[in-house]
């Protein structure tokens, strides 16, 4: 080995004994949910300032609109107030970002779309741990509570996992 491979391990091994060079992401999943995939995560869970819920599923039109944009921006916001409404102030600030990413011009009848909703928040005690019950808990209910009172019961989409149904049927069997 060379000097110069010796002195780069040397630099790592400091770098990693330091916390600098370590991995500090983590993601975490939330189960019990049938039509929806749930996780959310964080960036740096050693000082823990933020997170993010994570959101997946497939949406189907089960109703016709002239304006699929206007359906859109009303889910985004009426998923805006259901947070608002429901969110820990215990555990997290009243600053908080949705991001809801669903295609408003591909839309069409018969044809299921990905719907991807994120949703940022801000925690207000950072010697919080990431994967504590409480953090956990108060995630999941909030997924609850915004699975429920805006996808299950929207007038407009209906909820999938997968896009097809042999991919379910599969997933099933496993």
Known sequence: MTQDIKT??????K???????????KTSHIMGFKT???HYGT???IKLKSLYLNIQTWVEPIIFSDNWQRVVLNLSRSIKHTIYDILDRSIFDDNFIVDLDLR?????????????????????????DFKSKKMHDSLKQMSKKIISQ?????????????????????????
């Open 36 to 38: 929806t995939k749930v």
């Open 8 to 13: 780069l391990i040397l630099l790592k091994n």
């Open 150 to 174: 805006n996808l299950t019961k929207n007038d407009y989409f209906k909820c999938y996992l997968t896009k097809n149904s042999k991919t379910k049927q599969v997933m099933l069997q496993s």
């Open 43 to 45: 960036v740096d869970s």
């Open 15 to 25: 770098l990693e004994e330091n916390g600098k060079l370590m991995k500090k992401g």
């Open 104 to 128: 408003s011009s591909g839309l069409t009848m018969k044809k299921k779309s990905f719907m991807n909703l994120e949703i940022n928040l801000y925690v207000k005690d950072q010697e919080i």
